[in-house]
């Protein structure tokens, strides 16, 4: 069964420092890995995406990074801001299946 | 612009009672529709999608169904509830034919809560 890991599960930041999630995955043939960012009782946000045929994509304080060959794709926070407490999960979508594979979720606590 | 819309926002209801959760999008045609379920704390299980009216796919052999019975619009039932049929439930539509039609967006979810 085709999975996305994602790491770590949870993850402390000071304000201002450099908030880094991790996702792989294991199967070469997908499309599309999109990043969500959730608050308490609030429906997923999508918040930077990117295609396998791009290495990095920037918008604002957000950067993913893809690495192909080693079946890996982050996210960067920059500057983190306590505003960026939330849940973030990676997702994939297998070619073809107009589905996505999701992450377990990395509870991010951005502290003052 | 897109809406998608879902209720009721939450739900207490007790074991063995029915279900039915709606959604619906505004703002395109023939979407891609999605039924997820978030247990708390936990990540996104994927229970059903459909392509079209009428056209269901299920992800996991469950005590739930869905529904489409007009182009947007996805409904979400059960005929009897389960203890482990709580959690957050959350409705998702993609376009189709569009420049980023590859993204997926997230309804705010209905809060299910079976006593």
């Known amino acids: 069964q085709q999975q996305v890991k994602q790491s770590p599960q949870s993850l402390i930041v000071q304000k201002g420092g450099i908030s880094i999630i991790n996702c792989a995955y294991e199967n070469t043939a997908f499309d599309y890995f999109p990043w969500y960012q959730q608050f308490p009782g609030k429906g997923p946000a999508l918040l930077i995406a990117?295609?396998?045929?791009?290495s990095e994509k920037k918008e604002g304080r957000f950067t993913i990074s893809f690495n192909k060959s080693a079946k890996q794709f982050s996210l960067h926070i920059m500057d983190s801001q306590p505003g960026d407490s939330a849940t973030y999960f990676c997702a994939a979508e297998p070619s073809g299946t107009y589905k996505y594979i999701f992450g377990t979720g990395t509870r991010l606590k951005v502290l003052a | 612009s897109q809406t998608i819309h879902q209720w009721p926002a939450t739900l207490v209801q007790p074991v063995g009672s029915p279900l039915s959760l709606e959604c619906t999008v505004e703002?395109?045609?023939?979407?891609?529709l999605y039924w997820y379920r978030q247990a708390a704390g936990r990540g996104l299980q994927l229970l059903f999608y459909?392509?079209?009216?009428?056209?269901i796919s299920s992800e996991v052999p469950q005590n739930l169904s869905a529904s489409r019975p007009q182009d947007r619009q996805f409904i979400l039932s059960s005929k009897k509830l389960l203890l482990s049929d709580s959690g957050f439930y959350l409705c998702?539509?993609?376009?189709?034919?569009?420049?980023?039609?590859?993204?997926?967006?997230f309804g705010p979810g209905t809060r299910l809560t079976v006593t």
């Open positions: 990117i295609r396998p045929d791009v």
């Open positions: 459909s392509v079209g009216i009428g056209q």
């Open positions: 998702a539509w993609r376009g189709r034919g569009l420049r980023s039609d590859y993204e997926q967006y």
């Open positions: 703002g395109t045609s023939n979407p891609n």
